[in-house]
């Protein structure tokens, strides 16, 4: 069984400031890892994802993500926090080999204030 | 690359009618499709796994009989919800998966508001 912790329903931020949302994770075998981005009345954007080679994954729009295997961790980040980085961000987990379906956090609605 | 469209945006309908949404992979082809229902401020409830040529493979706790799905091509699937009533009004959501089975990656639709009067 696989699940998803993100820690902290709204987090917020001052533009330009240091975005980290954060997200760990439960998995019997090697998982897959990813970010999805949603803004209002809108489908997922796949930020990133974690496929098992490089543990510090680059994104779209500034973002990257590091795999932590020893702390179950993939918390996602961003240097400078941009107006229109405000949307709600889901973590999501699958087992690694094979196909699996995905595990969703809960969310986290990241706001920020000019 | 990898772009999902989702058909109708935004529905209305009456209650104990039946609305058909559908699911298109643009740019490539997909085998599986998945369905999902969002609830305001929630998360992604997987509803059911949509194979092309196959049965599709529903969660637990949803029924099969109310909301049909059909994957009758490498780039298309349905989902109908059948004899709607007000507690179907949600936000539904598709995804298509591209790669082999060491991609794993959704590629997610524009998402579906269903609302039932």
């Known amino acids: 069984a696989q699940s998803v912790t993100q820690l902290g329903s709204h987090v917020s931020v001052s533009e330009g400031a240091l975005v980290l949302l954060r997200c760990n994770y439960s998995s019997s075998v090697p998982p897959y890892l990813f970010w999805y981005v949603q803004y209002p009345n809108q489908g997922l954007q796949l930020l990133l994802k974690y496929t098992s080679a490089a543990t510090l994954v680059k994104g779209i729009n500034g973002f990257e993500a590091e795999f932590k295997k020893s702390e179950t961790s993939f918390h996602l980040t961003k240097p400078s926090a941009h107006m229109s980085d405000a949307a709600e961000y889901f973590c999501?987990?699958?087992?690694?080999?094979?196909?699996?379906?995905?595990?969703f956090g809960k969310g986290t609605m990241l706001l920020v204030s000019p | 690359g990898a772009v999902v469209s989702q058909h109708p945006s935004r529905v209305i309908c009456k209650s104990g009618t039946s609305v058909k949404i559908e699911c298109r992979s643009l740019?490539?082809?997909?085998?599986?499709m998945f369905w999902y229902r969002q609830f305001p401020k929630q998360s992604l409830m997987l509803m059911a796994t949509?194979?092309?040529?196959?049965?599709?493979?529903?969660e637990q706790g949803v029924e099969k009989d109310k909301f049909l799905i059909n994957h009758a091509s490498l780039t298309l699937s349905t989902l109908t919800v059948t004899s709607a009533h007000p507690e179907d009004s949600s936000f539904y959501i598709c995804?298509?998966?591209?790669?082999?089975?060491?991609?794993?990656?959704?590629?997610f639709g524009p998402g579906t508001r269903l609302t039932v009067l």
């Open positions: 949509s194979n092309e040529g196959s049965k599709a493979t529903y």
């Open positions: 999501a987990v699958s087992e690694g080999s094979g196909y699996s379906t995905l595990t």
């Open positions: 740019d490539f082809q997909a085998t599986t």
């Open positions: 995804s298509a998966r591209q790669g082999a089975a060491g991609e794993n990656t959704q590629y």
